[in-house]
């Protein structure tokens, strides 16, 4: 038999913390791992209109970590270029992926319209990167994956999705192959913290020769102990309150809008915020990290 011949590249999430896209040749079989938007400063976003490097007909069975736009973002792109293969992810991922995809479409299609009636961009006409109808042909491509169980691609080449702890339904991927030992990568995905307001924590993965770890706060430290019950926010939601005022909270992310909603209607119930104090979503753009 061939030596097994495995290839990883690293299409993105290099350099910034956006656009997570792993190639990775084994055998016959190309598998991607995340199919991230680059977001951000105009220099990265300015890549999602680049030609994708390999033909995107060629890969087989794209893996997904998680919903987060940086990591799911660019699917429906990958899919009006030629992609046909399987997108396997948590069900839990498939559906908030639809959502955060759906609604992604829908700001680039309004985007794209209002350049056009502004005419600030430099595209014309100006154009989406996808729209509803490539979201809509890339949903029957999903399969859902259960974690802790092994997945079998063919070839010889398996995956198991392990509980990351980072939003709903998210994962760390291993990625094997079974005749040989000597080949086998771990992709964290985006990793929780231990704690979690609505979530379980992630669980520990099997270890991999080759582990690719996101390390987004790697330099920072997360606050513990007294800072979580987030007196800071409570105190000038009230100061402000007090004087008339109005709190705009920029929250961007899938999950991290949730905790925030959670976090204000706790306050509320406690009696730390005023009980007339509005909660109102203004707009979204459901981002990540
Ligand atoms: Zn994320």
Redesign the pocket.
């Known amino acids: 038999m061939s030596k097994p011949v495995a290839t990883l590249t690293f299409l993105g999430a290099a350099r910034t913390v956006t656009g997570s896209k792993f190639l990775l040749d084994l055998n016959e079989r190309r598998l991607m791992v995340d199919a991230g938007m680059f977001q951000g400063a105009r220099e990265w976003r300015r890549r999602n209109w680049d030609d994708f490097p390999v033909d995107p007909a060629t890969i087989t069975d794209l893996l997904i970590t ?1 919903a ?1 736009m ?2 799911s973002g660019y699917i429906p792109a990958l899919v009006k270029h030629g992609f046909h293969g399987r997108i396997h992810c948590t069900p839990q991922t498939r559906e908030l992926t639809a959502i955060v995809l759906r609604d992604s479409a829908n700001l680039q299609v309004n985007e794209a319209r209002d350049a056009a009636r502004g005419g600030y961009s430099k595209h014309n006409p100006p154009l989406p990167l996808y729209d509803e109808a490539d979201v809509e042909r890339s949903l029957p491509l999903f399969h859902d994956v259960a974690f802790d169980r092994d997945l079998d691609l063919g070839g010889g080449v398996h995956a198991r999705f392990t509980r990351a702890g ?2 709903l339904g998210s994962a760390s991927i291993r990625v094997w192959l079974a005749d040989d030992p000597q080949i086998s990568v771990l992709f964290s995905g ?1 990793l929780g913290r231990d704690q979690h307001p609505v979530l379980r924590r992630r669980e520990e993965p099997e270890g991999a020769t080759s582990v690719l770890i996101e390390s987004t706060y790697g330099n920072r430290e997360h606050p513990t102990g007294d800072e979580e019950d987030h007196e800071a926010l409570a105190g000038l939601i009230r100061r402000t309150i007090a004087r008339g005022g109005s709190v705009l909270i920029p929250a961007f992310a899938v999950d991290r809008t949730e905790i925030l909603i959670k976090v204000l209607g706790e306050m509320q119930h406690a009696g730390r915020i005023p009980p007339g104090a509005h909660l109102h979503q203004l707009a979204d753009g459901l981002g ?2």
């Open positions: 998680h987060h940086d990591h980072h939003i985006d990540g990290t």
